[in-house]
């Protein structure tokens, strides 16, 4: 298998199939049904595998012999059924939820496996917990060097794309090749020889396509098109990253952990995950794809700058990019700037 076939792991994982990494043979707790368990764990006896994050939010990640900030494996009880198991993985029961016994939680035996499979899990949109089988044969395998090494993109499709109050633009879609995910460039006038004005977009279904109130995103990605019109020329790149790069699935998880009081940051790191997720190494390589290596960078986030000059392309400024707040979002914007360094 090349690099470029962690595809197919991804939709077995999604499917509830095993998929093999580095030693361990591991399958998603949300999305394997009873049958499929019962023929691969026929004794029952399967620990499971739990990020980081989540260990800590199930108040796992404190004990003393545990070191902070890796994953964790739980032994398998005799009083855990599966029922039990995905109620725990589950961070929107742990409000309601009565565990009848106690976690005892251990280290991986390879730590770098087990992150490597969790990020495995994350982009397949799932959340981050993992059975993890003994005997069982996974038909597909992955090597950990797959995950851990620079994201690379290729032209797929260009075409002319006409935009309401902007006019002609040039779309280039791009896709990655170790996912599969489709990216977009959206060429919007001409830059010449100074740096071109560009702003990294995270797809936000909720925001830019139904006009969710509780983000500034539909406002900022309509705002930066105009900005890069009136700047002569620029790049707005649409990134396959839902929700800081959960997805969808754990978005919505998040959100309705909102609705019970936590704000961003809490409802992710409970749902299992860091802050922000986001890789900027695949914008990076689309920029470098284009024969960009050098921008003027429309953001308030110092994490997109740091991920793009990490990666290798110069930010020669910092533009910044301010939204008017409504009642919705006041919170969500207040805490991206206390709690997660976006700047003014």
């Not at 707790?29 to 691969?40: G, H, K, M, N």
């Not at 969808?248 to 009081?261: H, P, S, T």
Request: proline share 5%.
């Amino acid at each position: 298998m090349s690099r470029a076939s962690l595809r197919p792991a991804l939709v077995a994982l999604a499917g509830g199939r095993p998929v093999r990494i580095g030693k361990l043979n591991i399958l998603a707790i949300e999305t394997t049904d009873d049958e499929a368990l019962d023929r691969l764990d026929p004794g029952a006896c399967a620990n499971f595998l739990l990020s980081a994050e989540r260990a800590a939010a199930l108040g796992l990640g404190n004990r003393r012999e545990n070191t902070p900030g890796v994953p964790l494996v739980v032994r398998r009880s005799d009083w855990m059924n599966t029922a039990t198991v995905r109620a725990i993985a589950d961070a929107g029961q742990d409000f309601d939820r009565f565990t009848p016994g106690v976690l005892e939680p251990m280290e991986p035996v390879d730590v770098k496996d087990a992150a490597a499979a969790l990020t495995l899990a994350r982009l397949a949109g799932l959340a981050p917990a993992l059975w993890l089988l003994d005997n069982a044969e996974a038909d597909i395998e992955v090597l950990r060097e797959w995950i851990e090494s620079s994201p690379d993109a290729v032209v797929a499709a260009r075409a002319r794309l006409p935009i309401a109050d902007i006019g002609e633009t040039q779309v280039i879609a791009f896709r990655e090749r170790a996912t599969g995910d489709a990216h977009v460039a959206l060429v919007i006038g001409q830059w010449g020889t100074s740096p071109p004005l560009v702003r990294l977009h995270s797809e936000c279904l909720t925001g830019d396509v139904f006009g969710s109130l509780k983000c500034d995103c539909g406002p900022q990605l309509h705002e930066a098109l105009r900005l890069i019109k009136t700047s002569g020329g620029g790049i707005l790149l649409y990134l396959r990253q839902e929700g800081r790069g959960i997805g969808i699935v754990n978005k919505i998880r998040a959100y309705a952990l909102q609705d019970r009081g936590l704000d961003t940051v809490d409802a992710n790191r409970r749902l299992g995950f860091a802050d922000d997720e986001r890789d900027y190494g695949v914008a990076a390589a689309i920029l470098r794809a284009m024969k960009v290596g050098e921008v003027r960078l429309l953001t308030n986030n110092p994490g997109k700058v740091a991920g793009l000059e990490s990666a290798g392309i110069v930010v020669a400024e910092r533009v910044a990019h301010h939204m008017p707040v409504n009642p919705h979002n006041a919170d969500y914007i207040a805490t991206k700037k206390s709690r997660s360094g976006h700047l003014d």
